[in-house]
């Protein structure tokens, strides 16, 4: 499908090539060097944040889960046994730190909700007005699609096409298992291409 084909897949963590640097940070962070963790923070705090906002759905409140996601990493990095896996394991707080906020606000968590979020990119090199209106509308109506979602099915597919995540990890982070993770992402899947059918079938 023309809109599931233009969804970037982009991976929260480091690139592979620069695992061994990142390794390094990682184990000075782990001593109190505050630059080292700086330096992690920058690395993955836009990917925790995208996480956050395509889940909380307000910008200002995945602000402070951001926040408040590294201070609770902070705390624990002498808990992070895999030190190639730290990508996974910041969404991971991320997700309980998401799940407590709404907790806090009243709001059921329901175990078997569902998640959310890709992102739609214009690829034209040289957009018209006419192209902006269109990408800006199918952005639109993939949010409204996206939104419509269960929470939880909504977190695993931001996971495996946001931050490319492979099913193992997002299966440690939702605490499913791996089959669960596998028809939950498909679901949401079947259920975006209903949810948007007839809208992009007609698009150039």
Known sequence: MALLSA????????????????RALLRRARTGDPAAFRTLF???A????RFLRDLLRDEAAADEATQETFVRAHGRLGALRD????????????????????????IH?????EEHASRVEAVLPTPTPEDLLLDRELEGLLANALGMLREERRAALLL?????????????IMGWSLQKVKNEIHRA????????SGHVGGRP
């Open 83 to 106: 030190e190639d896996r730290l990508g996974a394991w910041l969404l991971g707080i991320a997700r309980h730190v998401y799940l407590e906020s709404r907790r806090q606000r009243g």
């Open 160 to 172: 495996r096409i946001d931050h490319g995540l492979p099913y193992e990890e997002i299966a440690s």
């Open 7 to 22: 969804v970037k897949m982009v991976l929260a963590g480091a690139p592979p090539s620069d695992m061994d640097r990142e």
């Open 42 to 44: 920058e690395r993955h």
């Open 46 to 49: 836009p990917g925790v944040w």
């Open 189 to 196: 899947r079947l259920q975006l291409r209903e949810q948007l």
């Open 109 to 113: 968590v329901d175990v078997e909700d």
